[in-house]
C-alpha cells in the first residue's frame, strides 16, 4: 500500500508492514518517517538493527543473508538499507523482488532512498514490495500544503499563530521544511504558548540578529536614509532572508498608504490604524511619516515591491537587494527631500 507522510504516525498504530519503501527529496520528512518506523519497531520488539550501505560495489546477496542470519542478541531485527543514486539496477530489482516473495513477521526491512523518484513506483520490484509492504513518497511542500504544514507545526509547539504569521514564516523559510522545524524550535524556547502574530514572530526570529527589521523600518519612518541604508546593508551582510525584508518594507508601506489615504480623505484614523496593527508606541511616527508622503509616491513603492518579488522569485533581471535598497531609500525620504 502506499501512505501520506501525514497518515504514517496513525498508520504505525495499526501494526507494521514487514517491508517500508521511504523515498523524495523532502530531507526532514523523510528522516521524520524513519524514525517514527524505528520508534514503533522498538516498540514491537525489533531491538536489534543493522544497516546496509547500497554503493557501486554493493553485494546484493548480503542483503538475503543478513535476513536469514539468525542473531544471538535478539528474536526480532530491523535492517535498514539505504539507496544511494537514483536506481537499484537489475539485480538489485531481483533481489528486491525475491526478498517480498518471502517476507518474515521477525524481520522488517526499512529502505531509505532519497533519490529514486515516481518512475519506480512502476519498477517490478516496487509493485512487489507494495504488494506485502508500505510506500512512503516525500515531496517539496509548496503554497497551502507548506502553510498547513507549518500551522501544524506551530499548534504542535503549542502556539495558535494567525495566517499572517504563517505566511511569514512560509516566506521566510523559501519551502526548506528543516529551517521552518528549525525556526519554530526557536520560536518555543523565545516565546511563550498561546497566540502567535507576525508581529511576535518577526521579533522573535530577528531577536539574536546584530540589525533587526524593526531598526530598518524605525529608520525609514524617520526619515533617516543614511542608517536605513546602514541597516539594510547590515542585514544583507548577516544574511536576512530577501523575501522577508520585502515582506517588512511592503506591510509598511502599505500601512502608511491607508493612513495617507484616509487623512486626505479626512476619515478617522482609528480604525485604520487599528486594522494595521499601529501599536501606540508607533502611532505618532507613522501618522506624521504618512503626511511626509505623497499617495502617488507610496502606490509607485507598492509597484518596485511587487518587481522586488519578482527579482527573488529569478522571474526579472534585476539584482533583489538593489530593488530592496532603492525601495528603503524610497520610503526614508519622499519626494523633495
Known sequence: MRCAPAQLEQA????????????GD?????????????RAARDRGFSERTRLEHGQQFDWSSL???AGALSLFAERRLIELRISGDGVGREGSD????????????VLLLILAPGLDWKTL??????ALERVGVIVQVRLLQGQQLHQWLRARLQAAGFQPTP???????????????????????????????????????????????YSLFDLTDAALAGDRVRAD?????????????????????????????VAFALAQRQDLAPVLRAHQVFDSRR??????????????????????????????GQHPADPWTLLTGIAEGLAAAPGR
Open 122 to 127: 512502476k519498477s517490478k520490484w516496487a509493485e
Open 95 to 106: 533481489a528486491l523482488r525475491r526478498y517480498c516473495e518471502r517476507v518474515s513477521d521477525d
Open 164 to 210: 499572517e504569521a504563517v505566511a511569514l514564516l512560509a516566506e521566510r523559510v523559501e519551502g526548506h521544511l528543516l529551517a521552518g522545524a528549525q525556526e519554530i524550535e526557536k520560536l518555543r524556547l523565545l516565546c511563550q504558548p498561546g497566540p502567535l502574530d507576525a508581529e511576535s514572530l518577526l521579533a522573535a526570529v530577528t531577536d539574536s540578529a546584530r
Open 26 to 38: 523532502e530531507p526532514l520528512q523523510l528522516g521524520e518517517a524513519a524514525d517514527a518506523i524505528r
Open 12 to 23: 504505525l498504530t495499526q501494526g507494521l508492514a514487514p517491508v517500508y519503501l521511504l523515498f
Open 230 to 258: 546602514r541597516v539594510l546593508r547590515g542585514l544583507a551582510t548577516e544574511g536576512t532572508a530577501e523575501p522577508l525584508v520585502l515582506w517588512v518594507l511592503a506591510r509598511e508601506i502599505r500601512k502608511l498608504a491607508a
Open 64 to 66: 538475503a543473508a543478513e
Open 284 to 313: 505618532q511616527a507613522v501618522i506624521t511619516a504618512a503626511r511626509r508622503y505623497p499617495l502617488p509616491h507610496l502606490w509607485s513603492l507598492l509597484e518596485r515591491c511587487a518587481e522586488a518579488d519578482l527579482a527573488i522569485k
